[in-house]
């Protein structure tokens, strides 16, 4: 049995265009493991004199780009269940002042 199959049974069954949850078949599967390595990298002034602090953080998000899945939906239209994964890799720069 595929994996989409699988799904769709957990899932649900279509009848007249509406969704109908199998409350037999709930929560009896679960998601692939998840990993998500995150690193950041930061730097901070502080000012006495001026009562300032400033941060600069260089920020990588899932530096091995693992596809971890979000979740599964079912379509409607394509009559399928599909997975949605959460974002790649991603990297980010934060600035902050603070009085």
């Known amino acids: ?10 899932f649900s069954e279509m009848a007249a265009n509406t969704e109908k949850l199998d409350e037999n078949n709930y929560n009896s599967q ?24 400033q941060t600069i953080y260089l920020d990588f998000q899932n530096v091995t780009n693992n596809q971890n899945v979000f979740t599964r939906r079912y379509n409607q239209v394509l009559k399928t269940v599909g997975t949605i994964n959460q974002i790649g890799f991603f990297p980010d720069i934060l600035y902050r002042v603070q009085f």
Do not use: H, S, V, W
């Open 1 to 10: 049995m595929t994996e989409e199959n699988q799904a769709a049974r957990f």
């Open 30 to 53: 679960r998601l692939p493991d998840y990993f998500r390595a995150d690193l950041r990298i930061g730097f901070r002034i502080n000012n006495a004199r001026k009562k300032l602090t």
